[in-house]
């Protein structure tokens, strides 16, 4: 009788799993590591005309390639700077481990400009503090139940937008307690995450009036989110609270995309942090493994520039892959985060993309991943360039960033 309750028990939860699996992965795309094709990725180590780089004073212009490789055909130009001040005074209020300020970043020109409201945890310290930057996805209210967070738009009436939506994804207390603090503003304030209307936002402050699909190397969503988290640090620069030295630039998913295109273009983030950013992001496109080129630029044609579409199931064109994205980020550290069950994310390949970094951080006399095997889960690797695999789903939960927190204490000092 146990034995038979315990085995329905095993069934229900097996397709409870199969379930989930389905729902996680979309069909009709490779998930069998015995099918990844055999590829062969661009040299890191190798200029566009042929010279090897062998001497850390040959980086400068490596990366500078690179990072023109990526706004050209990948992620679009980075536009410049625009000033950027706050609208009015911050409304702050007192939690148990901190103080919380809400305010609105003006960004731009006085008459043209975008408002961005902004949300900024600090810690009771003494001292000016180091902080993680990141968007949050659905909104500031998100972050916490707390009810003083202000909510920017109409009262939600769906469950993924309410009040303390995404808190399991903020584990704020557990962050101030550790000395950090944390700024977040929701990524829809800056860009809508829309094909048709993605230049209604920041891309109004840099001038050029397209419409329709993206330009060749145009601005991308994921360049506008990138560039915003720049903006979002020339603040943080002012406030003398903040160590900005000290600024760890992070992401989940599309953000984790987005947070390293802006660690790779802005070498003020002290780290640079990218979970679960699979495709277009830390895994090596090459391997085809979940989700692809071709799917990713037909369901977000406006996270990439026009230039992208030409590598649609032509990944071996692509004059770059992810390991040369990360490598960007050199020598600042780098950490990135897979879980068991995101294989639409590839967590092999986003652990080789970091893995095939390696060299370009050796370079610079840093240490890197060693082994090319995939550590083992929950076990992270906390060299310059770090990495985890734990178990669960696409998400980002405690055990990330009790690992992020980990991190920085070691490779910036513990806060205090
Ligand atoms: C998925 C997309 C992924 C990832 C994810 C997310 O639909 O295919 O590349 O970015 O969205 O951001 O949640």
């Not at 230049?199 to 145009?218: D, M, S, V, Y």
């Not at 060693?370 to 789903?393: D, F």
Request: include cysteine; glycine fraction near 8%; proline fraction near 6%.
């Amino acid at each position: 009788m146990r034995t038979t309750s315990l085995a329905l028990s095993i069934a229900l939860l097996m397709s409870f799993i199969a379930l989930e699996e389905a729902v996680a992965q979309p069909k009709g795309f490779n998930y069998d590591e015995s099918k990844v094709p055999s590829y062969t990725l661009p040299e890191l180590l190798v200029m566009r005309d042929g010279t090897k780089v062998t001497k850390p004073e040959q980086w400068p212009a490596r990366r500078k390639e690179i990072l023109e490789l990526y706004k050209d055909q990948v992620f679009g130009q980075m536009p410049a700077a625009k000033p950027v001040k706050v609208l009015q005074q911050p409304k702050v209020h007192q939690i148990e481990n901190g103080t919380v300020e809400q305010f609105t970043l003006r960004i731009g020109s006085d008459d043209k400009y975008l408002d961005l409201p902004a949300l900024l945890y600090l810690p009771k310290s003494d001292k000016p503090v180091p902080v993680f930057l990141g968007y949050n996805f659905p909104g500031n209210h998100t972050v916490s139940a707390d009810p003083q967070l202000i909510i920017n738009g109409p009262e939600p009436t769906d469950a993924k937008h309410a009040r303390g939506a995404s808190a399991s994804r903020w584990p704020i207390d557990e962050i101030l307690k550790r000395r950090y603090g944390v700024v977040t503003a929701c990524y829809q304030d800056l860009t809508p995450d829309n094909g048709k209307t993605f230049r209604t936002g920041a891309h109004r402050l840099f001038g050029g009036e397209n419409q329709g699909e993206l330009g060749a190397n145009e601005t991308s969503a994921i360049g506008a989110w990138a560039w915003g988290l720049s903006r979002i640090l020339d603040h943080l620069e002012t406030d003398k609270r903040i160590d900005a030295k000290r600024v760890i630039v992070h992401g989940h998913s599309r953000l984790g995309k987005t947070s390293l295109w802006a660690g790779a273009n802005d070498e003020r983030f002290a780290i640079v942090i990218s979970n679960n950013s699979g495709e277009g992001g830390a895994a090596i496109t090459r391997r085809r493994f979940g989700e692809t080129i071709a799917r990713i630029n037909t369901s977000f044609p406006h996270w990439f520039c026009g230039n992208y579409k030409q590598y649609n199931d032509q990944e071996d064109k692509l004059p770059v892959d992810s390991h040369m994205l990360i490598a960007l980020a050199a020598p600042r550290p780098v950490y990135f985060a897979s879980a068991v069950e995101d294989t639409w994310a590839d967590p092999r390949g986003e652990f080789l993309g970091a893995f095939h970094a390696g060299p370009f951080y050796r370079l610079l006399g840093k240490e890197a991943l060693e082994s090319e095997k995939l550590p083992e889960v929950n076990q992270p690797v906390q060299t310059t360039v770090g990495y985890h695999i734990r178990t669960g789903k696409h998400d980002i939960t405690l055990y990330d960033w009790t690992q992020y927190m980990d991190f920085a204490d070691k490779h910036l000092g513990k806060a205090k």
